[in-house]
């Protein structure tokens, strides 16, 4: 807790990550609503973020926390600070698969 206020609090974000074929790397897609400037109607805007992700632990469809960190590359100025909910697991078991001809 001293070192956070010392340091003061970091940027964070909340999305879902759309994207973990990289090494290291996730890419999360934030969502926000905001109302229009002119027709004041609410719209969605979203952009995406690659964060740092040691483990590998995230994957697509997770939401997850992004902490704002030095840069770790040349786009890559985010961390990944915890998994906020997994994505659901949709699979086929093996025996379901088998084909027969």
Request: include cysteine.
């Amino acid at each position: 807790m001293a070192e956070e206020t010392k340091r003061g609090f970091k940027n964070e974000k909340v999305g879902q990550v759309v994207s973990a074929k990289m090494t290291k790397t996730i890419v999360v897609e934030v969502s926000r609503r905001v109302p229009h400037t002119l027709y004041k109607r609410i719209i969605s805007k979203r952009k995406k973020f690659y964060a740092h992700d040691e483990d590998g632990a995230a994957k697509v469809g997770d939401v997850v926390r992004i902490v704002e960190c030095r840069p770790v590359s040349k786009l890559k100025r985010w961390r990944l600070a915890e998994i906020v909910r997994r994505a659901a697991q949709v699979g086929a078991q093996p025996a379901e698969l088998d084909v027969k001809v």
